[in-house]
């Protein structure tokens, strides 16, 4: 699949919006503080983050297939969240892609090797996903139900080395 990252229009917002349809994936996705019942045209300001980035991946026609932003996070790290794949296109690499992209573009931007997330810990294909991109548990930084993850620059995909 040819697949870039681009700066997501109001139509791709639309787009994702429609991909979650029930309430406990959208929180899941977004976070528990946002309102499930929302207008596609808010998702942008639903979704700000203070010094956040936004990128959509697209593929060879130009569709948003994916979705995903980071913003400063704790002691220079960068932090990336809100990633999503449309349901059509999952279980194919996307995801991986999406994922290697906004880590690259995420070191580039900000300049910072540490990257971090927040999973839930029963989210078992995301946390298979950034397990095998070198992402570790952080156990004291987690909680009951989300798992905070760090990888760095000089730690190698699948490997874990
Ligand atoms: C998590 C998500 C982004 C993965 O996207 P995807 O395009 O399906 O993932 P890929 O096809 O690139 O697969 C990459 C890896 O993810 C893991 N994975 C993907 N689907 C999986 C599944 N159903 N079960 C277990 N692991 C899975 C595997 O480790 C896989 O690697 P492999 O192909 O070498 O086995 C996608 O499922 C999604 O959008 N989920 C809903 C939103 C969400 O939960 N986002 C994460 C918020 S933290």
Redesign the pocket.
């Known amino acids: 699949m040819k697949i870039t990252l681009r700066i997501p229009k109001q139509t791709d917002y639309d787009t994702i919006a429609s991909w979650i349809t029930d309430e406990k ?1 959208f929180s ?2 977004a976070g528990p503080s946002l309102p499930f019942l929302f207008v596609a045209e808010n998702l942008p300001e639903l979704l700000a983050v203070e010094g956040c980035s936004n990128y959509c991946l697209s593929d060879i026609d130009n569709n948003c297939v ?1 979705f995903g932003q980071f913003w400063p996070g704790k002691q220079g790290a960068v932090h990336i ?5 449309s349901p059509e ?10 994922c290697e992209k906004l880590v690259e573009k995420a070191r580039q931007s900000t300049g910072g090797s540490t990257v971090t ?4 810990r029963d ?4 946390r ?2 950034y ?2 991109l070198g992402f570790f548990v952080i156990e004291s930084e987690s909680i009951d139900d989300l798992l905070f993850m760090s990888t760095t620059a000089n730690r190698s995909r699948k490997s874990g080395a």
Do not use: D, E, F, M
């Not at 296109?89 to 999406?98: F, H, T």
């Not at 997330?117 to 839930?120: H, Q, S, T």
């Open positions: 994936p899941r996705w994916g969240g809100r990633i999503i794949i296109a999952r279980g194919k690499g996307a995801g991986r892609l999406l997330l927040r999973v839930y989210n078992h294909a995301a298979s996903l397990s095998s």
